[in-house]
Every structure is written in structure tokens, then in C-alpha cells.
């Protein structure tokens, strides 16, 4: 079943086909072998070969047969059953073919056959022993002359490779030689022509060739060669480093001072003067040079001309560092280069000594005029001294940023190290020279200008300002105090030349130009014009008189022009410290109006003019205005373009107290003037004739106070006229009634209490005459404290008949006593009613000294001892006033 099952029928009869095939064809008769042996032989050598042998025998066998045996064996290889197919295909055969020889024997025409073909088979074979004897004889003859000639070619081949070898590895030998030399002798032309990274670059290919090459031959001018490279090598850093000094004294000799005027220059002729006319154009007066939107709005095509490269050529520092880097020594180029280069900043620095930058504590004064620095110290010395320096910090800035800061060890701020160190060195030798050597407005302002365009430079390339801009700072409180002082001297000798009267003008153009340059009252600029323009209409000679004298417009034109030079000077420069300079400009204006104008003024005070006094007094109400209206102007223009900023003088507080001042000086001086003439009154207390004018004395006093108020205190503001009035009248009758209380005699007659009655009616009679003088003006009436804003004439009259009654009631308690000093009963002032409505302003012990003098004039004793009576308890019952009962009133009235 197992047989059957693997091969199949179909199998079986191609197998068995195949094998009679080639069965049949193997019983060829050895004519037919023979023939086609013959066919087969080679035309060109007549012999036949082995391989036509095998083609005739192969013929016999039919390759397509067992073609068809393939699907078969693959089928059963696929399922793994060869082994087993193969065992029972052996079995197959020995089954099928079992009595297959018996058979064949049996066969007489194939075993007639197989004798033809055994002798056949026998005379083909002799025939191709004789052939191929004599063949391979041919052959063997042949291959011994052809093996004995390829041994003596390959000898010769073998010699002559040799040769060619050791031909070929000479002239890689000598190549490679003439490569060193070529090498060594470039690199001696390269260091000739000082191009001494490629000369290390070809050392270092001559050294790798030489260790790579020829390290082991016996070359002697190789190894000289090779043994020369560290001297080489040393050639190359030695000349790197003295190309580095030649660098040095190219670019760091006079040419330093080129490089700064050139960019100085730029700035200051061509970027400065283009800002200063943009900033005209387009109204740019809060920005400063150098400010952000200056430096955003400079031609760039300027700037570009002063490109740092265009000054410094620096190709030997690139190639020592990349030729030191190579060699890995890096730390001896800097070691060497920091030597060089701090040689060179002394150099640069001289005549200042640089080892003295470290501290500058001790240096003194005394120092500095002995230094060597100072010895050349001047204006155009320090000018070139400073673009020398500021070429040097160019040159350091471009040296460390084209070398990436290798050459300063990755130090980012080493220029401006070097920059703050000088300058704290230099420091005192630059105020030293503000000191000494800039003493005019014209000095400060030149080196102001020189010395902001340097910062400027100097800040846009990131470097310190601070100490520079702090000489700028004292340059700029210099100039305070030079215009202070100009100012002090100009105000004396205006001062002293001043009349202290008022400014009378009699040009239209002047007195639009005073109108124009002074601070007036409220209001009394637009009167004052009115007046001049109803005196042009009028057709009359031009002249008007203003209240102050000339020198109140003179000093204000000089405050302002002052503070238009001080606001000049920092206008275009100065961006920083800004509060500082607006307190630095608030304490000149304060020392011009308050040590300066106050102060000198105020030393005027001590004058015995009533007069000049008064024109003072008037002067200072104008320079409180001007204080309080330049405080104003400042606040509006303040330099900080803060609108939050409110600036207020303080010589404002100064001034008030000044005038204060003035007034109590006036108000002495005429106190003092009416005291010495009520001296010279006498009365007469024991006439007995009566007078029907008042005496000589009376209408002197009375034409002097006139006099005094209509002419001398004409120019005061009202409220100091009617306070001098009220004061003076007040004094007056104080004085009057000291002298009826304690200067008269015990006995008084009634007829001079009449003739003293007669006087003091003469005095009050002349305060009609004084108040009509004195016409209040809408400003005048702003100025009188607890009344309201008049617009109107009602008001003015209103305001003249208060004061005259207010002024005559200083006379009433004057009035009194003369009453009480002509009562004929006694009684009278005993009757509470009678005192109250007729001596109510008289003290009872006042009114006691009065009543003794009229009883001992009088026989009535009786009279008397009841008046004593009467006096006792009326004390009691009279008002109690003090003596400053007046003056407060007065007081209350004008808010003093």
C-alpha cells in the first residue's frame, strides 16, 4: 500500500520508459559510435578530443526523459519523502528488471550486437591511445619548452619588478624629500614675508610628513631640517610678537590724536549742527543731544565715515592668535601682549603717572601744582590731551571686539576699566582746571560745549560718564555763580544809581518795553495802557509816572536775561541729573532775588529819607509780584517737562518780610518825625485869654502831617497809606493826651482847656484834607484784606468816608477829656447815664486826674467831696479799656 501510495502509476511508466530509452541507445553499434567520432574530429588540428568523446557518448543519453522526473521529485520533496521514494524505487527496480540480464542473453540480437560492439570498442580505443600518446607526447614536448621559457620570462619578469619597485618607492622617497625641502623652503619665504600662520601651518605639515616618512632613515639633512622646526616655531612667535609692537607704534603713536579730532569733529561739525537745525524744525526743544530720538534721527551715511575699522587696521592680531592658538600658547600671548600693551598706556597717558590711579585720597593741592601734568596744564593742552585718550579708547574698543576679547581674557569691560581708572586719576587735575584755568563766561562756555560733545562720543560706546559728567555738573554751578556775581555787581551799581523816586516816562516805545519786561499788580497793566492811550487820544504831551522806580524794570530785565543764559547754557546738552539741575537753576534765581536783590535793598532801610523809605517799600510790593510771577514762569518751563512740578521761590517769604520791614521802618521814622515836632508844641495851661485861632505850633503839626501824607506817602499802596494815616493820627492823639494827663499842672484855667480845644478841632479838621489826596485803585483795593472785589466808584467813596469816620474816632476819647475838663457840675459824670453817653471812652483814673485839675481851678469844695464820692463806685461801673484798645481796632480793621 505504501509503494503504491508514493509512486504513482504515471511515475512508474516514466521510469520505466526512460530506462528502455536508454537501454536502446546504449546498444549502439560501434560503426554508428565511430562514424560520429569521425564527424566530430577537429578540422583545424585532424585530432579528436576528450570533449567530443563525452558529446558522442552524452548523445546516447535523453536529458528530456528525466525532465519529467522533476515534478515528481519535487512533490515529494516538498512533502519529505524523498528518502523513502528513493528506497522504494530501488525496490521497484529490482522487482521490474529481476530476469532483465537473463533476458537480454536470451536475446541473439543483442548479444550479436554487444560482440560487434566489444571489437568495435577495442580497434576506437587503440585508435585514440595511438592519437593521444602521440598528443600528449606533442604536448608534453611543447609544455616543457613553454614551462622552461615562462621560468627564465618570469625570472626576468621577477627582476625587472623588483627593479621597478625599489625605481618606484626612490621616487616616492625623493617626491617626499623634495616635498620637506619644498616645504622648508616655503616656510622661510612665508616668515620673509611675515605671513606666519601659513609658515606654521607648512612647519607643522613638514613635522607630520618627516614623523610619518622618514622617521626612521638615516637622512643627516633631514634631521637637520627636522630639528630646525622649535627654532622655527620660535622665529614665528618672536616675529608674531614684534609684529604686534610694530601694530602699536602704527596705530598708537600721533595718529591717536587724528582719530579723536576726526571723530570729534564728526559730532560736533556735521552731527551737532544737523541736530540743532532738526531740532528748530520740528520743535524738538525737550530733547537733548545724544538723547534717544537724536541718535535715531543722525544720518547714518555720517556715521559711516567714522566706522572704527576705517582708522585701525589689526590683521597682526588675528594671525597671533590663531597662530598661538595652534601652538597652545595662548597664555604666553597674553602674558607677553598685557606687557606690551600697559607699556603703551603709560605712554599714552604721559605726563600722568598711571601708578598713581590707584588712589587718589592724598593727593592734595599742593600735589597737583608740582605734577608735571600741571606744569603743561592749558585749555588747548587739555583739549589735545583728551582726543589723545579718546583715540586710545577707540583704538581699545575695536582691538577687543575684532579679537573676541581674547586678548583681555573674556573681559567685556576691560576698556572701560581702564577708562575708570584714568579718569579717577584724572579727576582732580580736570576740576584743577575748571578752577584755575575757566574764569569767564566765555571759557566755561567753550570748554562746556567741548567737553559735552566728548561725553556724548564716549556714552554711545557704552563707556563711563559719570566722573565727566559731574565736571560738566560743576561746570555748569561755575557758571551760577560768575553770572551770580555778575548780576550782584550790576544790581549794586544799579542800586546806587537809583533816585528812589517814581519811573516817570515820556516815550511810548520805553514805556511799551517796561510794560513789556516788568510783572505789575492785577489788572494794572490794562489800566496803565488805558491811561496812555486816553493821553494819545487827548493829543497832550506823552508822560505817565509809574509807581516803582527804575530800579524794578532794570532788574528784571537782568533776572530774565540771567535766566535765559543759565537755561541757554544746558538747552542742548546736560540729558542727565535733570532734578539736579533744576534745583541748581531754583537756588541761583533764589540767591539773585533774596541775597542779592533782597538783601541790598533791605541794607537801604536804614536811611533817614521818609521818601526813600516809601519808594522801597513800594518797590518791594513789585519784586514779591516778580518773585511770585518768575516762581510761575519757572513752573512752566521747568527743565524735568513735569506738569506736575510747582516751583515756588522762596525769596517770596524773604521779600514779605523785607516789606514788613520797610513798614516798620517808615512807620518809626515818621512816629519819630512827629514826636520831635509835637516837642516843639507848647500850650499854654495857665491863659486866661482865649484864642480864636489855633496856635502858630498846632498849624505846624497840621501842614507838616499834610505835607507828609499827600506828597511824601502819595505812591504807597493804599492799605500802607490808610495804616500810616491811622497810625500816625492814633500816635498823634495818644501823644496830645499823655500831655493833658501828665504834663499839665495841677490847676488848669478854662480858658486854655478852650484855646486846647481850639487846637485839637484844628488837627481833626485836617482829615478831610488828607483822604480826598488818596484816590484807591482796583488793584490798590484787592490789597485791603477782608473786602470784596469793586469794580465800581460807589465803592471807592464808600470805602474813603469808612476810613475818615474810623480816622475821627481816634479823636473821641481826646474830645472827652476836653468835655469832662469843661463840665461845670461835678455830678454830671457821677450820673452812670450821663458818663456812659458822654465819657465812655475816658478811664475812671484818667478821668480822676482830669477833675482835680478843673477843682482846684474851681471854689467848690463841696462839690468836690462828692465827686469823690461819686467816683469811687462809678470805676465800677465804667467800661474797662486798655491803652492798645486803638491800635486793635485798627488792627481788626486792616487785618494786621
Known amino acids: 500500500m505504501d509503494q503504491e501510495t508514493l509512486l504513482t502509476d504515471e511515475f512508474q511508466k516514466i521510469i520505466l520508459t526512460s530506462a528502455a530509452t536508454s537501454v536502446s541507445s546504449s546498444f549502439l553499434t ?12 577537429n578540422k583545424k588540428t585532424g585530432n579528436i578530443s576528450n570533449e567530443d568523446i563525452e558529446k558522442v557518448l552524452g548523445d546516447s543519453l535523453d536529458t528530456q526523459l528525466f525532465d519529467k522526473w522533476i515534478p515528481f521529485l519535487r512533490e515529494t520533496i ?14 521497484s527496480t529490482e522487482d ?40 600528449m607526447q606533442d604536448f608534453q614536448n611543447k609544455l616543457s619548452s613553454s614551462s622552461n621559457d615562462l621560468i627564465m620570462k618570469k625570472q626576468v619578469f621577477v627582476n625587472n619588478k623588483k627593479t621597478s619597485l625599489k625605481i618606484s618607492e626612490a621616487i616616492i622617497v625623493i617626491t617626499k624629500v623634495l616635498r620637506i625641502l619644498e616645504l622648508s623652503s616655503k616656510c622661510q619665504e612665508l616668515i620673509t614675508e611675515k605671513s606666519f600662520f601659513k609658515a606654521l601651518q607648512n612647519l607643522d605639515n613638514l613635522e607630520k610628513l618627516y614623523l610619518q616618512e622618514f622617521k626612521n632613515y638615516n637622512f643627516g639633512f633631514l634631521k637637520e631640517i627636522y630639528d630646525s622646526i622649535p627654532f ?40 551737532l549742527p544737523q541736530w540743532l537745525q532738526l531740532k528748530e524744525k520740528m520743535d524738538f526743544n525737550i530733547f537733548k543731544f545724544n538723547s534717544p530720538v537724536e541718535i535715531s534721527l543722525r544720518d547714518q551715511e555720517i556715521l559711516s565715515t567714522i566706522t572704527l575699522d576705517n582708522f585701525f587696521h589689526l590683521d597682526e592680531f588675528h594671525d597671533a592668535i590663531m597662530i598661538f592658538e595652534t601652538l597652545n600658547q595662548t597664555t ?85 576699566e581702564f577708562w575708570e581708572g ?26 562746556k560745549n567741548f567737553l559735552s560733545v566728548y561725553v556724548a562720543i564716549v556714552e554711545n560706546f557704552n563707556l563711563s560718564i559719570t566722573p565727566l559728567y559731574n565736571i560738566l555738573l560743576s561746570i555748569f554751578q561755575k557758571y551760577c555763580n560768575l553770572s551770580m556775581e555778575s548780576f550782584r555787581e550790576e544790581f549794586r551799581t544799579l542800586l546806587d544809581d537809583d533816585d528812589f523816586m517814581p519811573l ?62 543759565l537755561t541757554l547754557f544746558i538747552s542742548v546738552f546736560y540729558g542727565h541729573n535733570l532734578q539736579y539741575l533744576s534745583n541748581m537753576l531754583i537756588k541761583t534765581m533764589d540767591v539773585i532775588f533774596n541775597d542779592i536783590v533782597n538783601q541790598q535793598i533791605k541794607s537801604k532801610l536804614d536811611s533817614k529819607s521818609r521818601e526813600e523809605i516809601a519808594q522801597i517799600l513800594i518797590n518791594l510790593d513789585y519784586f514779591i509780584i516778580a518773585s511770585k510771577e518768575f516762581s510761575m514762569m519757572m513752573t512752566n518751563t521747568n527743565i524735568l517737562q513735569n506738569p506736575d512740578i510747582e516751583i515756588k521761590l522762596s525769596s517770596i517769604k524773604h521779600y514779605i518780610e523785607s516789606r514788613k520791614y520797610a513798614e516798620t521802618k517808615l512807620i518809626e521814622l515818621i512816629d519819630s518825625k512827629i514826636s520831635d515836632v509835637l516837642d516843639t508844641v507848647e500850650f499854654d495851661w495857665t491863659s486866661t485869654k482865649l484864642r480864636d485861632e489855633p496856635d502858630i505850633s498846632i498849624i505846624d503839626v497840621a501842614q507838616f502831617l499834610e505835607m507828609m501824607f499827600a506828597s511824601t506817602l502819595v505812591n504807597l499802596p493804599y492799605s500802607i497809606q490808610t495804616l500810616l494815616i491811622f497810625r500816625e493820627f492814633d500816635s498823634l492823639t495818644r501823644k496830645v493826651l499823655d500831655v493833658l494827663l501828665h504834663e499839665t499842672p495841677s490847676s488848669l484855667t478854662q480858658q486854655s482847656v478852650s484855646n486846647f480845644e481850639i487846637d485839637v478841632n484844628y488837627l481833626q479838621g485836617i482829615i478831610p484834607k488828607i483822604f480826598p489826596s488818596l484816590s484807591p485803585t482796583t488793584s490798590d483795593l484787592h490789597s485791603v484784606p477782608g473786602t470784596p472785589n469793586p469794580n465800581t466808584s460807589d465803592r471807592q ?7 475818615m469816620k474810623s480816622l475821627e474816632e481816634t479823636f473821641i476819647e481826646l474830645n472827652q477829656c476836653i468835655e469832662l475838663l469843661k463840665i461845670k457840675s461835678h455830678t454830671d459824670y457821677a450820673n452812670p447815664e450821663i458818663r456812659m453817653k458822654k465819657f465812655s471812652r475816658i478811664k475812671p483814673e484818667d478821668a480822676n486826674i482830669l477833675l482835680s485839675k478843673v477843682r482846684s481851678s474851681t471854689p467848690e469844695s463841696d462839690d468836690n467831696s462828692e465827686s469823690k464820692l461819686i467816683l469811687g463806685p462809678a470805676r465800677s461801673s465804667t467800661p474797662s479799656n486798655d491803652s492798645s484798645g486803638n491800635s486793635n481796632r485798627l488792627a481788626k480793621l486792616f487785618g494786621r
Do not use: H
Open 797 to 803: 467813596v464808600g470805602l474813603l468816608e469808612n476810613n
Open 232 to 271: 622655527l616655531k620660535k622665529v614665528v612667535k618672536d616675529e608674531c610678537i614684534n609684529l604686534i609692537r610694530n601694530s602699536f607704534n602704527i596705530n598708537l603713536g600721533k595718529n591717536l590724536e587724528d582719530v579723536g579730532n576726526s571723530i570729534f569733529n564728526c559730532y560736533e561739525k556735521q552731527l
Open 78 to 91: 516538498e512533502n519529505e519523502q524523498l528518502e523513502v521514494v528513493v528506497d522504494e524505487l530501488q525496490s
Open 96 to 135: 521490474n528488471f529481476q530476469g532483465l540480464e537473463l533476458q537480454l542473453l536470451r536475446d541473439f540480437q543483442v548479444t550479436n550486437k554487444l560482440t560487434e560492439s566489444i571489437g568495435e570498442v577495442t580497434n576506437i580505443q587503440g585508435t585514440i591511445e595511438k592519437q593521444l600518446t602521440v598528443q
Open 332 to 416: 604666553y600671548l597674553l602674558s607677553e601682549f598685557t606687557k606690551e600693551y600697559e607699556f603703551r598706556k603709560f605712554k599714552v597717558i604721559f605726563p600722568l603717572v598711571w601708578k598713581k590711579t590707584v588712589n587718589n585720597i592724598n593727593i592734595t593741592t599742593s600735589d597737583i601744582e608740582r605734577d608735571a601734568f600741571t606744569k603743561n596744564l592749558t585749555l588747548p593742552f587739555l583739549k589735545s590731551y583728551l582726543l589723545r585718550i579718546l583715540g586710545f579708547l577707540m583704538y581699545d574698543i575695536c582691538l577687543n571686539k575684532s579679537t573676541d576679547f581674547i586678548l583681555v581674557g573674556s573681559n567685556y569691560n576691560a576698556t572701560n
Open 30 to 41: 560501434n560503426k554508428e559510435r565511430k562514424e560520429k567520432l569521425l564527424l566530430s574530429k
Open 422 to 447: 584714568l579718569l579717577n586719576r584724572l579727576g582732580p587735575y580736570l576740576s584743577y582746571a575748571m578752577n584755575k584755568l575757566l574764569n569767564t563766561e566765555e571759557e566755561l562756555i567753550d570748554f
Open 504 to 565: 516817570t516816562i515820556q516815550d511810548r516805545t520805553l514805556f511799551d518795553k517796561v510794560i513789556k519786561i516788568c510783572w505789575l499788580k492785577k489788572d494794572e497793566n490794562t489800566r496803565l495802557i488805558e491811561e496812555v492811550n486816553a493821553l494819545e487820544a487827548s493829543g497832550s504831551e506823552f508822560s505817565i509816572t509809574l509807581p516803582f522806580s527804575p530800579l524794578y524794570p532794570m532788574t528784571c530785565t537782568l533776572a530774565k536775561k540771567i535766566y535765559s543764559k
